[in-house]
């Protein structure tokens, strides 16, 4: 059982590449969220979706965007880096239920210089 | 909105001694979930502990303690006899009706032998 399943694990990009951060989940959650984390300010929510075909924004969404076209994948797409998406990445998943704790990946170590 | 607060950034205790971590949250939810999570050195998140908002009763778990006061909007947690290998950052997050997940900005806890 893998759980949720994060690729790359590190990645280098230069200002105004794009790239796509991979995320995917055996689990069959219907939930799935994208938070980054930044020294001195915990895990922010960047986008979450409740199941195949809705996704919505959280606290930090501006520069990504997400798709959740199955319910087992929920890529994060960086359209133009900039050096302020340096952070690690986490992507996390969890049934639909409030009081089910969520599982994360290793996470995604992103550098934009 | 809701938010967590964990007001000590770092602490550093000796090995065998107490240490306890603080958590305050705000919601305005009635039914909420809080949670502990550990991020070791190698930076996986592990869940440890979830607790809804109407069941105040104090939880141990071998060296784990926890202590849910809704009437400070606390959740406090305490390791007993600490170990070189507590050291991690420990992060309290909430989880309500909109079921997103809002963490705080996490504790970091060195155990010196």
């Known amino acids: 059982n893998a759980g949720v399943t994060q690729t790359p694990k590190f990645q280098v990009l230069k200002t105004g590449q794009s790239m796509t951060l991979q995320c995917a989940q055996d689990?069959?959650?219907?939930?799935m969220s994208w938070y980054r984390q930044d020294p001195g300010m915990g895990l922010r929510l960047i986008h979450y979706?409740?199941?195949?075909?809705?996704?919505d924004q959280g606290e930090v969404p501006n520069g990504y965007n997400v798709s959740r076209s199955t319910t087992e994948d929920f890529p994060l797409r960086l359209l133009s880096a900039a050096p302020s998406q340096t952070s690690v990445y986490f992507c996390?998943?969890?049934?639909?239920?409030?009081?089910?704790?969520?599982?994360f990946g290793d996470g995604t170590r992103l550098s934009i210089l | 909105a809701q938010k967590v607060t964990q007001a000590q950034t770092e602490i550093s205790v000796v090995e065998k001694e107490d240490v306890t971590l603080d958590c305050v949250y705000e919601?305005?939810?009635?039914?909420?979930?809080l949670f502990w999570y550990k991020q070791p050195p190698s930076g996986e998140l592990v869940f440890l502990i979830r607790?809804?908002?109407?069941?105040?009763q104090n939880e141990i778990s071998g060296r784990y303690s926890w202590n849910f006061q809704k009437s400070t909007s606390s959740f406090n947690f305490t390791i007993t006899a600490s170990q070189v290998v507590d050291s991690a950052v420990y992060f309290c997050?909430?989880?309500?009706?909109?079921?997103?997940?809002?963490f705080g900005s996490g504790t970091q806890l060195t155990v010196l032998p």
């Open positions: 997050a909430l989880r309500g009706s909109a079921r997103q997940l809002t």
């Open positions: 919601t305005r939810d009635t039914t909420y979930y």
């Open positions: 689990m069959n959650h219907e939930y």
């Open positions: 607790r809804n908002s109407f069941d105040e």
């Open positions: 996390a998943s969890s049934e639909g239920q409030v009081h089910q704790p969520q599982h």
């Open positions: 979706s409740v199941g195949a075909g809705i996704t």
